[in-house]
């Protein structure tokens, strides 16, 4: 920038003294020689300055090439990120109109993201909610530099006649100087959370609603966290613990809709075994202190646990193997049993092993009893092996 006041300034003189010089070439007093000197001279410095601001400038240029680059990466990472999102993401300016969104925001919306950009936000707010829309906006505009992360629900347009409940997340983002630059709106779909927030409201509310389901295969092994439990949808599911000399011991047989997890329990080893195909869904301990209809529900799941525990252990208690055997068939009827044609068929396969270990006797002896049931014609066993109970 020197260079270039130089050559402002040279410049200037340069003119002035040409100015001189053209009248001093009508003065016939002064050699001519002299004349073409002093210019020469004068073009010459200013030829000097010339050279000095053309490298400045070129100097310039390529610092402001970087610049120019370094910003368009900033630019293209701030895309980058915009687009890393897992939320819908719009950004707009003061008045609401569309400057940028992400490729998450525009399927909320059912959009292309560059039909967006340049429509108002209002556009795609429901009519009805069009006015807390404006509202909030003007509540953000007025103290954005006070406030921020204004949250607010209102229904977005999905198509030309369809509306879904949005939450939207207001952030502004401002400039260096402290300014307002532009909005940032999150958009989160909760279409989901009202539909169980409205399952969770009906008096007859059924905890399986509005969950995923996770699917074990007969025999799998259910992982057990400390933080969930597991409800049984369908199946049967078998839980087990060791006994001190090593031998697995059946503590519970639970088919739907029953709970269990590691957070039930007290015993240092706790296994859950899928006996059958099962479908189970995931809650939340959390999620059951925070809402009194699902830990009603949980209870009366948790409740059925309770007296087949009590029914477990008031079979042990019966002096008699044969006694124990007869009583675990009753539980096993009224806990898994299902109405078939011949009877009423257990929805899982035991082995004679289980019967055993619930019945505190050995598989032999287990063996025998079963045999015996079976020529008094009180049970049967079907083509895979599962026990039918002749009514």
Not at 177 to 190: A, F, K, M, T
Not at 234 to 259: A, F
């Amino acid at each position: 920038m020197s260079n270039l006041n130089s050559l402002s300034r040279r410049a200037k003189l340069a003119g002035e003294r040409s100015l001189e010089l053209y009248r001093n070439a009508n003065d016939s007093s002064l050699p001519s020689h002299d004349l073409l000197s002093s210019a020469l001279m004068e073009l010459g410095l200013v030829s000097e300055a010339l050279e000095g601001a053309i490298d400045e400038i070129a100097y310039k240029t390529k610092q402001l090439a970087i610049v120019q680059t370094e910003i368009e990466a900033e630019r293209q990472r701030y895309l980058d990120l915009l687009e890393f999102v897992p939320d819908g993401c719009f950004v707009t300016d003061a008045k609401a109109v569309v400057l940028e969104v992400n490729r998450v925001g525009a399927a909320l919306v059912n959009a292309q993201p560059h039909a967006l950009v340049g429509k108002s936000l209002t556009s795609l707010i429901y009519p009805e909610d069009l006015s807390l829309f404006q509202v909030k906006l003007s509540q953000v505009m007025q103290q954005y530099r006070a406030n921020n992360g204004t949250e607010f629900s209102v229904r977005l347009r999905r198509q030309s006649d369809s509306f879904f409940p949005a939450t939207l997340t207001v952030n502004v983002l401002r400039q260096p100087n402290g300014e307002l630059g532009s909005i940032q709106w999150l958009v989160r779909d909760v279409t989901e959370r009202k539909r169980a927030e409205a399952a969770l409201a009906h008096p007859h509310y059924d905890p399986a609603l509005d969950r995923p389901l996770v699917q074990f295969g007969k025999g799998e092994v259910i992982p057990l966290e400390p933080q969930t439990i597991w409800l049984v949808i369908d199946g049967v599911v078998k839980i087990t613990t060791l006994s001190d000399r090593g031998e697995e011991m059946l503590v519970g047989l639970l088919g739907e809709p029953m709970v269990f997890g590691s957070s039930l329990t007290a015993l240092q080893t706790y296994q859950a075994v899928a006996l059958s195909d099962v479908k189970l869904a995931a809650i939340s301990l959390s999620e059951v202190a925070q809402s009194p209809p699902l830990a009603q529900a949980v209870l009366r799941s948790l409740q059925q646990r309770l007296q087949q525990t009590e029914s477990l252990l008031a079979i042990n208690g019966q002096m008699r193997v044969e006694e124990r055997l007869n009583r675990l068939l009753v539980l096993l009827k009224q806990a898994i049993g299902q109405p078939v044609e011949q009877g009423t068929r257990l929805r899982a396969r035991l082995t004679h092993q289980d019967f055993a270990s619930a019945c505190c006797t050995t598989r032999v002896t287990v063996t025998r009893l079963l045999g015996k049931l079976q020529e008094q014609g009180k049970v049967a066993q079907d083509a895979k092996n599962h026990i039918v109970f002749k009514d």
